[in-house]
């Protein structure tokens, strides 16, 4: 059996701190999947669920996006897969009772850990208008409730439509034209707070804002750099390609503030010496680079680069690329060297180290994650990265190009899928086209746009595909005002979660089915396809029974809303569509170029890569028609005096705002996640013992200050200058003003803060 929901909130933060460990995965990475499965799930339920995670006939894991290449016959063990497994697979169930035995006051106060053990969603429920508690509703009830205001607005665009990265490509094209449909582009996403620095900089310097290389580039490549990423946690599977990549002959430099243990060294638990042995050293260099510091350092080796001779890829920069004298005139003159070295707190020695390597190979690859995309500069950062791989032409041939490393398995899917609040308008035009109605042409909000929007009014319906806004998001007191301004809220969730505490003046949350579930319609069972980080599409069929007779599947739902909503205005077969998804796949086939014959294709069991065209033919779709490189001047943050750097980061216990445990295993945390790692330099020099307590203190440029309470501190091996701390906990601390240019995401890793001796509490 599996165990029971712990009944009072369990979450005493009592951290206890051992050394780091340097090495990830093996053995005890599979007792704590299987410990925290059979919680959830009991032990038959774990074995039956586990063994079909992206299998041929299986559901795509709901973990990260990281590709599952060729569909193997035995499961790819993969711990964190496990535990994003058993939280949708729980025996846990949040039932009318609970609702019943918790007002909504009661579930505010409680930690987002305890909210999501207490299980899956089973009714629809809504919280009237002054109610202390929600009640359970039919479904009709619900949609006429979300009709009731939808319709009440003044205008289509005082509705926010989210997305969260889990939906399928069928449910978020159907949620898209749903929202157009009813005449708004306001289709925010967990992408604004992701990767949206990845896709600013890469359409403008590619033409496209996806990565260039597939799986089995990592295995032809010489070098591959790994950025801004700790993939032992958060793309564990990323260490079975590492390791395979160096098995081939590839070189590893890691660039990150922190010694992250899966980089260091892996124990592939599908070997003996993974199990056993020593496992597999997977760094070969590592560069403690400061927070930030990116820029400054592929600066300089492109710098270096271009001061010596034959180290350009000459053909390439003449026939493919524009603006490379631009450049290089820039770079050449560059900043003195002193400066790199502030900005990236690494040596001469270093730097000439990772040139070496840089110079050696034929075929690099750059990947990274939100250590480059988080920060005010990102997309500059991202844009040198370009430069840097241009330069000696590692773009478009094999074993060469942009990894960046996507989170949410679908996340890019959704994208592909026209969840984006800033439409190219031949999108728009093909969605005409097929549809026959005349779509919005304005851009709508994205994320912080949209809490800016919530906070003065402007909008006040909200409506989430899946996430956890008032969570995920920054500012949290600043959005928190702002989602209770709304006049309505709905959540569609499989958890629950704080979003469902925090609520307009009314609010429902409408519970439905995950990826694990079979999904039953008119037509027969469904099956959903999704988009991997590599631009692979491929389908996903759930097998469990679902969690409730009542849940309805994302694409159900939104056909269903429609049909309420839109009634006869809308010529679009939304039944048909809910009662057979391949007349979905028909549609999206239609109006999204690389899914001609998308029915036919999904059924090829690998799935199928969607065209890309510099990897393909080094064609590159941009205003120049080339590949462009960009001359930006070099930025980078900085701290004033006694002050640090913060970085809001994952330990290895959770899922962005579902928390699995109170463990970071890898880091040597146990037992708590209200903790601040801090060089023991750093510490010493502002007076703090490991084990002080502290609250956190940001500091704003209009001099406002924010503050965290009562955070351990942890000496750690950190970069010097900077600090690092979980989100969401420490969410409360980044302004909402505080985002990365031109893609306008929050710069959740470069917050400046001061350490304060935690006041009494
Ligand atoms: N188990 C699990 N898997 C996940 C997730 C999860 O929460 N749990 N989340 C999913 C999602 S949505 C995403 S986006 C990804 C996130 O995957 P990651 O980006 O790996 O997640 P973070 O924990 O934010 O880690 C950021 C990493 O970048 C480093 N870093 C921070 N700032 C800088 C910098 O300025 N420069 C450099 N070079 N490095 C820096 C940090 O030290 C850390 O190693 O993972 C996905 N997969
Ligand atoms: N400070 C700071 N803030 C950050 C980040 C950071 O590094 N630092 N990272 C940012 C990033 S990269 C991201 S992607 C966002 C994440 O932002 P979100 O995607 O909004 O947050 P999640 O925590 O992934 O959402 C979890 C909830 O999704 C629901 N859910 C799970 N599976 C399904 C499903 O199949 N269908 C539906 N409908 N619902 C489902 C459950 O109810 C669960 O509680 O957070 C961002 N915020
Ligand atoms: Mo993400």
Redesign the pocket.
């Known amino acids: 059996m599996a165990g029971k929901p712990p009944a009072s909130d369990p979450v005493q933060d009592a951290p206890e701190v051992s050394a780091p460990q340097h090495s990830a995965v093996g053995l005890p990475a599979i007792t704590h999947a299987l410990k925290i499965s059979q919680q959830q799930m009991g032990v038959r339920r774990t074995a039956l669920t586990l063994l079909r995670v992206n299998q041929k006939n299986g559901f795509d894991c709901p973990?990260?996006?990281w590709p599952e290449g060729d569909k193997r016959h035995a499961a790819e063990f993969c711990e964190?897969g496990a535990?994003?497994v058993a939280e949708e697979a729980t025996l846990r169930r949040v039932t009318p009772d609970f609702f019943a035995a918790h007002p909504v006051a009661d579930l505010a106060t409680r930690s987002g850990y305890w909210l999501g053990q207490q299980g899956r969603l089973t009714h629809p429920m809504y919280l009237a208008e002054g109610a202390e508690r929600y009640e359970p509703v039919t479904w009709d009830r619900a949609f006429d409730l979300v009709a009731e205001e939808l319709t009440a607005l003044d205008s289509p665009d005082e509705a926010v439509f989210y997305t969260s990265?889990r939906t399928s490509n069928e449910a978020a094209f159907l949620y898209q034209l749903f929202a157009r449909e009813f005449g708004t582009n306001n289709l925010p996403d967990?992408s604004n707070m992701?990767?949206e620095s990845s896709g600013s900089a890469l359409t403008d310097t590619l033409g496209v804002g996806k990565g260039s290389v597939l799986l089995e580039d990592l295995y032809k490549a010489d070098l591959i750099i790994v950025?801004?990423?700790?993939?032992g946690?958060?793309?564990?599977r990323m260490l079975t390609a590492l390791e395979k990549a160096k098995a081939g002959g590839a070189k590893i430099i890691s660039?990150?503030?922190?010694p992250?243990a899966g980089l260091e060294r892996f124990k592939n638990p599908q070997t003996p010496r993974g199990l056993a042995g020593g496992g597999t050293a997977l760094t070969d260099l590592f560069l403690q680079?400061?927070?930030?510091?990116?820029q400054a350092l592929f600066r300089a080796l492109n710098r270096r680069i271009l001061e010596t001779d034959g180290a350009l890829d000459e053909d390439f920069l003449r026939e493919h690329t524009h603006g490379f004298e631009e450049f290089a005139a820039l770079a050449r003159a560059g900043e003195d060297a002193d400066d790199t070295l502030r900005a990236t707190g690494l040596t001469h020695d270093e730097i000439e180290r990772a040139l070496a390597m840089v110079l050696a190979s034929e075929r690099t690859i750059v990947c990274?994650?939100?250590?480059?995309?988080?920060?005010k500069h990102s997309v500059p950062t991202i844009q040198e990265v370009v430069n840097f791989l241009l330069l000696r032409g590692n773009i478009g041939r094999p074993g060469a190009g942009v990894c960046p490393?996507?989170?949410?398995s679908n996340?890019q899917g959704d994208r592909t899928m026209g969840i984006f609040e800033r439409p190219a308008p031949a999108f728009l035009d093909a969605l005409e086209e097929e549809f026959g109605f005349a779509p919005p042409r304005e851009h709508g909000y994205d994320v912080v746009r949209a809490i800016r929007a919530l906070r003065d009014g402007h909008a006040k319906v909200f409506f989430a595909m899946g996430g956890n806004f008032v969570s995920a998001t920054p500012d949290t007191d600043v959005t928190e005002a702002a989602v209770r301004r709304a006049r309505l809220t709905v959540h569609v969730s499989t958890k629950l979660n704080r979003s469902h505490a925090v609520t307009g003046a009314r609010a429902l949350i409408l519970p439905t089915l995950g990826r694990t579930e079979r999904d039953r319609q008119a037509s027969g069972d469904q099956f959903v396809t999704v988009e991997d980080s590599m631009g692979m599409v491929h389908a996903s069929r759930g097998r469990l029974e679902p969690a409730g007779p009542r849940l309805l599947s994302e694409p159900a739902i939104v056909a269903r809303l429609a049909r309420r909503v839109l009634g006869e205005g809308s010529n679009t077969p939304w039944e048909a569509f809910e009662q057979d998804y391949a007349a979905i796949r028909d549609r999206i086939a239609r109006v999204i170029p690389g899914f001609e014959d998308f029915n036919a294709k999904v059924a090829h069991p690998g799935g199928f890569a969607l065209p890309h065209a510099p990897r393909d033919s080094r064609s590159f779709p941009t205003a120049t028609g080339k590949a462009n490189f960009t001359a930006a001047p070099v930025e980078y943050p900085t701290a004033p005096e006694g002050r640090l750097l913060l970085?809001?980061?994952?330990s290895?216990d959770?899922?962005?705002t579902?928390i699995y445990g109170l463990d970071d295993r890898y880091r040597g945390i146990k037992n708590g996640r209200r903790v601040v790692l801090v060089s023991p330099d750093d510490a010493g020099r502002l007076g703090f013992a490991d084990g002080a307590y502290v609250d956190l203190v940001s500091e704003w440029t209009d001099g406002s200050e924010r503050r965290a309470p009562g955070f351990r501190v942890v000496h750690y091996p950190?970069a010097r200058g900077c600090a690092?701390a979980y989100?969401p906990e420490t969410n409360v601390l980044v302004p909402l003003d505080h985002t990365a240019d031109t893609s306008n995401t929050p710069a959740?890793?470069?917050v400046v803060v001061r350490l304060e001796a935690a006041r009494e509490g």
Request: charged residues 10%; proline residues 5%; glycine residues 12%.
């Open positions: 973990g990260c996006a964190n535990k994003a990265g967990c992701c990767h950025a801004g990423q700790n993939p946690t958060n793309h564990p660039i990150n503030p922190l992250e680079v400061r927070l930030g510091g990116d990274w994650a939100m250590g480059l995309t988080q920060h490393v996507r989170g949410h996340v970085q809001t980061l994952r290895h959770q899922y962005n579902t950190t690092a989100y959740s890793k470069s």
